[in-house]
């Protein structure tokens, strides 16, 4: 599997009440949309506070941010909803809201840690 090794500009298209809008950060994807992450034990579920939800669209990509922010991307892969961004401090953060210790393992594997 490949994966950005350098930082650079990445811009993500979101919507919120008011439309679509576009988000722009400095990172670089550790799991980038279109190798994006797929499995029934990984949702993020905003209106749930973060917990997981079961649905088998769900997808997720992940980004570090320049600040050393992990960004998930989170999104469904026939468009049912909107996409969302959920940022966390640390991977140990992450692995509060994920079970799935192989996507956990994967990010860790690719942040070199």
Known sequence: MTYEKEMKEIELELVNDE??????FEGRWIISPGEEYKTP?????EECGG???PDSGKCC????KADGMLLFYVFHNNDSFDPLVVEYDS???VEKFVSDSS?????????GL
């Open 61 to 64: 990509a992940v980004a570090l």
């Open 51 to 53: 917990n997981i939800v």
């Open 91 to 93: 991977l140990e953060e």
């Open 19 to 24: 439309g679509s809008y576009a988000e722009t």
């Open 103 to 111: 996507f956990i393992e994967e990010v860790r594997e690719r942040l």
């Open 41 to 45: 034990e990984l949702y993020f579920d």
